[in-house]
């Protein structure tokens, strides 16, 4: 199912721009770095075909037209940003699906606002303060230092942004083929506006603990948390699903760090069962 972009605006003037599948209770699906939304179109394609209406936007800054000039991109403001983002819609609530940075997304706006949010699917990052403090987990997370470098843009752009092609094969070294690499191509094209760059690179920039630590509880709300079989310690999806509603629970795909990519059919197979649970109608 192919869909045209569209943009909305919330009356404080965040502009998103973003794609919708279909009708139906909504789904929200937030990509992650290196990334853009085209990666979701076949997992949106099926929750339409299920009966619900996927909207798969730009991160903030990921496109021009939705950079706000003086605005962080720090753990409460990439969360709100979630929240502005059904406000522009039009919508009250939503099942929200984030990957990496989207997954941290996830994790602050339904913290921040758990009344809008019927239930979450972060992918990819279990909820961070369960991460163990260790070399081994600071060396996997290098790239959040060298981010936030000053000469980060131009080390990114060197041979044609080479370094993402290194992020990819230490992430998920085992995903190949046409759809690997047009995912990749599809980040490069973004990254390659320097305005874009810099503002995706504004997410490791303002990242700060002491920010993150303002936010809420996680809410006890239905939720699915998704790793890859090959990347963090999977017994951490299971540790946070339990910091949810009782009936969460963790799943582990096959895959490094884009599970839900190199696992598709499992993963969509997964995600539908989840979300016409959680919107199955209560009998009295």
Known sequence: MKATWQEATTEAGQRFVFRSFGDGPLVVLIHG?????????????????AGYRAVTPWLRGYRPNTIVEGRSYDAIAISED???????LGEHDAILVGHDWGAVITYGAAALAPERFRAVVPIAIPYPPLYPRSPKLLWAARHIFTNRL??????????????????????????????????LAAAKECLADPRCLTAALGYYRDLSPSRAAELPNLPRIPAVPVGGSGDFDPGLYGKTAALFAP???????DGGHWPHRESEDAFIASLIDFVKRVDRPKTT
Do not use: C, M
């Not at 979630?82 to 522009?88: E, P, R, V």
């Not at 009936?247 to 795909?253: I, P």
């Open 33 to 49: 770095f290196p990334d853009t939304p085209h990666g979701w179109e076949r997992i949106a394609s099926a929750l339409a075909d």
């Open 82 to 88: 979630a929240i502005a983002l059904l406000d522009a």
């Open 150 to 183: 000053p000469w980060a843009e131009r080390s990114l752009r060197r041979a044609d942004f080479k370094q993402l092609d290194r992020l990819y094969h230490r992430w998920s070294p085992n995903w190949h083929g046409p759809e690997r690499d047009r995912t």
């Open 247 to 253: 009936g969460s629970e963790a799943v582990v795909l």
